[in-house]
């Protein structure tokens, strides 16, 4: 399907000087942010306390969240959780202070501020378990990475897989860049949705690959830099009608979602916008710097001279 058609080419390549030097440019400062900020790690990896109470009514989050707070704890979560009448309260943990007394603390100042207040559980999850969470997420990062390097590898040549993969990681240190430029709280819920994002990314490059390697055994006349813009620009509507279907979803999430959904969607956000840059302009882009060349991906599939099909028959390759 495509809303509209393009009849000449864009000549994006003639700019894809200009482009790679931005992303450079936002690489090196999403990877600034990140050793000088740092993430602002989640309980599920720092340790602390997790709450959920239920209420008669459904009560005022931002209301609870001040009682809680009052109560002398930073970086304190409050959370619808189920139902409007369940909230989850996550509290960081504190030296000399365990997680009973916490909690017993906290349900305390819940019942003074509203005596219908139930506590449903408790959990308390430790530094340990969050340093292994941590390091099971890099892992599963990592394998993922390979994994994709390995795909592209064998569908196509090593020079894409070289430029999917710079391009990917360029949106997973984007993302995490934002997070911690703006101190956003890093999630297992937002992990998931950077490794989501490896992999629609890598989906759009595929998409890309496939019209270029298409293109070479088509349009034998035609450079690389050419073929990778007539690409490009063939793919343009698809990219407006899949692109925009799911942001139109993950804004949804991130507007309507609640707290819950919240950076979840918004680390989602952030990977599908420059995903589709990184696609376009960089990982095609790298390609070409890579010199991927025509006999790199139609190789021993030489067209007869006089070939009815062949758009330019005779050319000389």
């Given at each position: 399907m495509e809303f509209f058609k393009i009849r000449r080419d864009i000549p994006f390549m003639r700019h894809a000087l200009i482009f790679n030097v931005i992303s450079v440019l936002t690489f090196l400062l999403a990877v600034f942010f990140l050793f000088s900020r740092g993430l602002h790690l989640s309980v599920e990896?720092?340790?602390?306390?997790?709450?959920?109470?239920?209420?008669?009514?459904?009560?005022?989050?931002?209301?609870?969240?001040?009682?809680?707070?009052?109560?002398?704890?930073?970086?304190?979560?409050?959370?619808?959780?189920?139902?409007a009448k369940d909230i989850l309260i996550r509290l960081p943990a504190q030296k000399g202070v365990s997680s009973a007394q916490q909690s017993d603390k906290t349900l305390a100042a819940l019942k003074a501020a509203d005596p219908s207040v139930t506590l449903k559980r408790t959990e308390f999850v430790g530094p340990q378990v969050g340093e292994e969470l941590a390091t099971d997420g890099l892992k599963a990062l990592g394998m993922v990475v390979v994994g994709i390097m390995i795909y592209l590898a064998m569908r196509f040549e090593w020079k894409f897989a070289v430029a999917a993969i710079l391009a990917n990681l360029h949106d997973v240190v984007i993302i995490l860049g934002f997070f911690a430029f703006f101190q956003w709280e890093f999630s297992l819920a937002v992990l998931a949705a950077v490794l989501a994002v490896l992999g629609y990314s890598v989906n759009e490059s595929v998409v890309i690959f496939d019209r270029i390697r298409e293109a070479f055994r088509r349009y034998r006349k035609m450079s690389t830099s050419e073929t990778i813009d007539h690409a490009i620009t063939s793919t343009i509507s698809r990219t407006i009608i899949t692109h925009g279907s799911t942001?139109?979803?993950?804004?949804?999430?991130?507007?309507?979602?609640?707290?819950?959904?919240?950076?979840?969607?918004?680390?989602?956000?952030?990977?599908?916008?420059?995903?589709?840059?990184?696609?376009?302009?960089?990982?095609?882009?790298?390609?070409?710097?890579?010199?991927?060349?025509r006999e790199d991906l139609v190789k021993g599939q030489t067209k007869k001279e006089g070939d009815p099909n062949d758009p330019n028959a005779g050319a000389t390759v």
């Open positions: 990896f720092t340790g602390g306390t997790v709450m959920e109470v239920a209420y008669a009514q459904a009560p005022d989050v931002e209301k609870v969240r001040g009682t809680v707070s009052a109560l002398g704890f930073t970086d304190v979560q409050v959370q619808n959780f189920g139902t942001q139109i979803m993950v804004l949804s999430m991130l507007l309507f979602g609640g707290a819950t959904l919240h950076y979840f969607a918004m680390a989602l956000t952030i990977g599908i916008c420059f995903g589709i840059y990184s696609s376009v302009f960089v990982a095609a882009a790298i390609a070409m710097w890579l010199g991927v060349k």
